[in-house]
């Protein structure tokens, strides 16, 4: 049998012991971390049925939702860290960006424990009506995406990009553009309006 030294041994049980420690952060880290993905199929979008997906990222403050439907695909990205949502059309090549109503959108741990809990599964329009909001697009571009986060500046990068501002009460009642919606898991409809997203 060979013997081994003090200081070899201790390196060798040190590695050991990183080894098993690596190994339990990843089992531990990664379901906190983990996408937690939920398959939706949406006939009533009018943007047409397509399948949606849900990552919510609780360390950055982040919950991204992607609609995939073909050429009627869209991608939703909502920084609750600093106010902002944005969503990229990619059949239009645009981002449209909107302060966030968090008193009709859901807070980033009600939409995670939905996920996480599969209750968004299977639901749709048997149960209670989504709440709707509407936004009118800015037809003039966005210069400087910095101010918008890190997140959505990375989404929407060498894409013309808008704001949008959300549209209450009387103002919805006279509104005769077109608009684009994106019906978001059963939750929350949300409309685009504007000469920018006509189709």
């Avoid at 909107?98 to 209750?119: F, R, W």
């Avoid at 060498?158 to 209450?168: K, R, V």
Wanted: aromatic residues 10%; contains cysteine; hydrophobic residues 40%.
């Amino acid at each position: 049998m060979l013997a081994c030294s003090s200081v070899h041994c201790f390196h060798e049980d040190k590695m050991k012991f990183t080894i098993v420690f690596a190994g339990l952060l990843g089992v531990f880290l990664a379901p906190a971390l983990a996408d937690y993905n939920i398959n939706v199929n949406d006939d009533n979008n009018n943007a047409g049925s397509g399948q949606q997906s849900v990552s919510v990222n609780n360390e950055h403050n982040v919950a991204n939702v992607d609609n995939n439907n073909g050429w009627n695909s869209w991608n939703s990205i909502w920084d609750y860290g600093n106010g902002f949502a944005a969503t990229r059309l990619f059949q239009k090549k645009i981002c449209i960006v909107h302060k966030m109503n968090k008193e009709v959108l859901p807070s980033i741990q009600s939409l995670d424990a939905l996920v996480k809990e599969k209750k968004l599964q299977g639901k749709g329009p048997g149960g209670p009506p989504p709440k709707g909001l509407m936004y009118s697009v800015n037809p003039n571009k966005v210069d400087d995406l910095s101010k918008l986060g890190v997140n959505i500046a990375n989404m929407c990068r060498g894409i013309p990009t808008y704001m949008a501002e959300e549209m209450q009460g009387a103002s919805l009642l006279f509104y005769s553009e077109k608009c684009f919606t994106t019906n978001i898991l059963w939750i929350v409809n949300i409309s685009f309006c504007g000469e920018k997203v006509e189709y």
